[in-house]
């Protein structure tokens, strides 16, 4: 129970609580984004301290304390993004109709520096972590970025649900990327590729021979992509997963 049901738990509790804060957080008057952003950056600098800190240590608590600080690291890239501060070139709504590769063109404009954001502080991670044998809060920070890349592309090719009240009204102009459709070619692969990754977490996690850190580690891991991939099954069905974090939205003027 230790070693695989607490993870899950505590994986499942950081996933809601986490993401109902930084919505609510981001829903917020605009004037206190300054201090929203200087306590995740603060808690991004901790996070980055301590993945370097903790990357030879091969216990339990270590794997315990490097996915928290991967968590840590990714919080500040949503909350960087949902308040504004690091999104693209473009902030404007794209016309009506417009498709091929000027849309794409657009949306990669519309999100250019948060994915220069991502990709700096995870070679920054890697810079820190290199050749060490503690990789799980590296692995934390990869494996949420491989989900919401995913997650981006299939609202771009279009889902049925698109959780659009999620975003700020500064960030409106996005919804015009978006596209409601039943599924896209995109979901079945996104889908396949979630399942084969949590089940070969798990089934690391279940090793007989997995210590006692691999056992703990590959659980938060594996839960996590499991989460992520809820989330996509959510996209795709007839209701939808905003009920979840409707506490999240209570700071937003429309709720």
């Known amino acids: 129970m230790a070693e695989h049901g607490l993870p899950a738990l505590f994986t499942l509790f950081i996933w809601w609580s986490s993401t109902g804060l930084i919505i609510y957080l981001d829903g917020l008057r605009r004037e206190t984004f300054r201090w929203t952003i200087l306590g995740a950056t603060t808690l991004l600098l901790a996070g980055l301290f301590g993945l370097h800190a903790l990357a030879w240590n091969v216990s339990a608590s270590g794997a315990w304390l490097g996915f928290i600080c991967g968590v840590l690291c990714w919080a500040w890239i949503e909350i960087a993004f949902l308040t504004g501060l690091v999104t693209g070139p473009r902030r404007t709504a794209i016309p009506p109709g417009l498709g091929g590769w000027p849309r794409l063109r657009a949306a990669l404009a519309a999100l250019l520096w948060h994915e220069l954001a991502i990709i700096a502080i995870a070679v920054a991670i890697l810079a820190l972590t290199w050749g060490a044998p503690n990789q799980i809060g590296a692995w934390t920070f990869l494996a949420f970025w491989a989900m919401r890349q995913s997650a981006k592309l299939n609202v771009y090719l279009g889902v049925r649900n698109l959780s659009e009240a999620f975003l700020p009204d500064h960030l409106r102009y996005l919804e015009s990327f978006f596209v409601r459709r039943p599924m896209n070619v995109l979901f079945p ?57 409707r506490w999240g939205l209570a700071s937003r003027p429309s709720a």
Do not use: Y
């Not at 692969?189 to 070969?200: D, E, F, H, K, P």
């Open 189 to 245: 692969v996104s889908v396949a590729a979630g399942l084969a990754a949590c089940a070969l977490l798990a089934l690391a996690s279940l090793a007989p021979e997995a210590t006692r850190h691999e056992a703990v580690g590959f659980t938060l891991l594996a839960t996590l992509v499991a989460l992520g991939l809820l989330e996509h099954v959510f996209m795709v069905l007839p209701v939808s997963a905003d009920a979840l974090w």
